[in-house]
């Protein structure tokens, strides 16, 4: 063979090895297909393609619901449904009244301490149902802003009644409403210190400032339940409430009412409170 045909072999000896090396190249870098049809599948033999195609499209099981949990919603809705019954029942005595003759203190203060701060309490319960889609921080802004609102509807009122009358504060009614309004004013700064209590965590310790308002706010509701409560004994009730041989009645029912209403709502509080350390 001559030197040029040696020549010729060797660069298609070359041309050979290369076409070889780049198909092996190629082999090695393409992606490799897991599934049912490849034999280097990384499956375990004994899990068939049809299992595995179930077990991906098999829903997530949905977590179930434990006795307490139940209870819990259970209590929940028979304690708005108090609610709603004294609150509908007192704005519709009030509300049907003459607009001259309309106790906007009792509407206002019904519609703020009792509705707002009952709904603000229950906002961290697990048997709330519109708030179980939200996350703690979400929890804790929705509680300060019923809180807030529920707290200015209610002085509202409270300034109403001190504008409209000349003598004030001489019933026990009146006496733990004003009691009321004043522990509020700390209710509302203890609440705003707790709800930035991790920017305040250098200067505040935050599980003593989250119990503090713990127990400030539970003394603000329970206040303003018993106002709640002393005020079916008041002259409005008697002047413009249900008749007047059978209101007496009729008051025991709203006032075993209220603190069933209170025992349902301030109970979680309160089991923070007593398992809660400082």
Known sequence: ???????????????????????????????????????????????????????????????????????????????RMLIGFITIYLCWMSLRLDRADIPWHAVLCTLGFLVLMSEGLMAYYRGNVWTQVCQRPEKARLHWLLQLSGSIIGIIGIMIKICLEEVHFHTRHGIIGLATMIILFISLLSGLSSLYATELKSRLQPRFNKTSHNIIGLITFTLSMASMYYSFETQLFNDFSLDASTYLDFRLLLEITTIIIFVLTAYGPVWCLLYSRI
Request: charge should be positive; proline fraction near 9%; glycine fraction near 2%.
């Open 1 to 79: 063979m001559t030197r040029r045909g040696k020549f010729v072999v060797n660069k298609t000896s070359d041309a050979r090895i290369n076409f070889i090396s780049d198909a092996y190249t190629t082999q090695q870098s393409a992606p490799q297909r897991h599934d049912c049809q490849n034999i280097n599948s990384p499956a375990p033999p004994q899990i068939s393609c049809s299992t595995r195609r179930l077990a991906q499209h098999q829903p997530t099981p949905q977590p179930i619901l434990t006795f307490a949990q139940k209870l819990e919603f259970v209590l929940t809705l028979i304690n």
